[in-house]
């Protein structure tokens, strides 16, 4: 079974702090994605990568950045935490195109 | 640009009841379509999938026909069990490299016994 895993489950940090979130596929998959989760508005993409050391931005990549140095880990960095970024963060690996997006079980971050 | 839209919940049904949640879905080309769920306190996992008109996707009693005519992929289920509260995500995605999966905004379900 493909896995995907989060550094965290849980998390506070306070404002202006860095963050880093990190994500690892054990499946070899070649695309990662980062969203976050609020209510009311569903998943919203961040960034993705579809290769080592390449990125996209989503969505909403605004506050946020990412680092792909190897192809089985994906990282979200929050450069200066603010309060509305407390969210759930959910991470995400995918192979080819039309295949299944495969996801970790989320960190639940806190900014105070 | 692509995207979907699913009826807004909650959702709240007694046990054994039928259940269907809308979706339906804008997208240039011909998409694959999903329908993902989110228990409590943990991240989406795949319910189930169709990659073409026409197509049927089931699992675990829930079934899902992808209607090009009416651009829906309306999820269903005969019978809800306590255990299938949870949230419910429609999705799509189009045949570009380099793309991510677009989803709805969610329907949370909430079955009593």
């Known amino acids: 079974d493909v896995k995907v895993t989060q550094s965290s489950r849980y998390l506070v940090k306070r404002t202006g702090e860095k963050v880093f979130l990190e994500c690892v596929q054990d499946?070899?998959?070649?695309?990662m994605f980062w969203y976050r989760q609020d209510p009311g508005l569903g998943l919203r993409l961040i960034y993705f990568?579809?290769?080592?050391?390449?990125?996209e931005k989503g969505d909403i990549p605004e506050g946020y950045s990412v680092s792909r140095e190897k192809k089985e880990r994906f990282s979200l960095i929050l450069e200066s935490a603010s309060t509305n970024q407390t969210s759930m963060y959910l991470c995400?690996?995918?192979?080819?195109?039309?295949?299944?997006?495969?996801f970790g079980p989320g960190t639940r971050l806190t900014v105070t | 640009g692509d995207s979907v839209t699913q009826m807004e919940g909650p959702v709240t049904l007694s046990e054994e009841a039928f259940l269907t949640i809308n979706c339906t879905y804008t997208?240039?080309?011909?998409?694959?379509l999903f329908w993902y769920v989110q228990y409590p306190g943990e991240g989406l996992q795949l319910l189930l999938k169709a990659t073409k008109a026409d197509d049927k996707g089931s699992n675990k009693g829930f079934e899902a026909t992808y209607r090009k005519e009416t651009t829906s992929f309306h999820l269903e289920k005969g019978s809800v069990q306590v255990s299938d509260s949870a949230v419910y995500f429609c999705?799509?995605?189009?045949?570009?490299?380099?793309?991510?999966?677009?989803f709805g905004k969610g329907t949370t379900l909430s079955v009593s016994s």
């Open positions: 997208a240039t080309g011909y998409p694959s």
């Open positions: 995400a690996s995918r192979s080819g195109t039309l295949y299944e997006q495969y």
């Open positions: 999705a799509l995605i189009t045949n570009q490299a380099g793309t991510a999966l677009i």
């Open positions: 499946m070899d998959h070649e695309n």
């Open positions: 990568s579809y290769d080592v050391k390449m990125k």
